[in-house]
Nanobody
């Protein structure tokens, strides 16, 4: 599975962006998809994830209520909708695909088999 993340950009605080994670090479309907981010000088951190069935999502506390994840099986794409963006959301955002699921496991980078290249999100104050 090859993943391509896109949709990043520069936005003012309070604005919105929608990131896409498109898969090719193999259908990824049987994969959970996680979103991670890495800010300047920081470690990569978990943002949220969606189950392969699409019925469950899970987010880190700092983005709950502001971010949502959805998936379009026909387009083999997962989306991260980010609303009410804050300067601290500035980071490179990565999507990843894996085949394990629990609210503890999906937070770990080592359970994902495939990673996209990242897309920069910059939120100005």
């Amino acid at each position: 599975v090859q993943l391509q993340a896109s949709g990043g950009g520069l936005v003012q605080a309070g604005g919105s962006l929608k990131l896409s994670c498109a898969a090719s090479g193999r259908t990824f309907s049987s994969y959970a998809v996680g979103w991670f981010r890495q800010g300047p000088g920081k470690e990569r951190e978990f943002v949220g994830a969606i189950h392969w069935g699409g019925e469950s999502t899970y987010f880190q506390d700092s983005v709950k209520g502001r971010f949502t994840i959805s998936r379009d099986y026909a387009k083999n794409t997962v989306y991260l909708q980010m609303n009410s963006l804050k300067p601290e959301d500035t980071a490179v955002y990565y999507c990843a695909a894996g085949q394990l699921w629990s609210t503890i496991i999906v937070r770990r980078t080592d359970v994902y088999n495939y990673w996209g290249q990242g897309t920069q999100v910059t939120v100005s104050s």
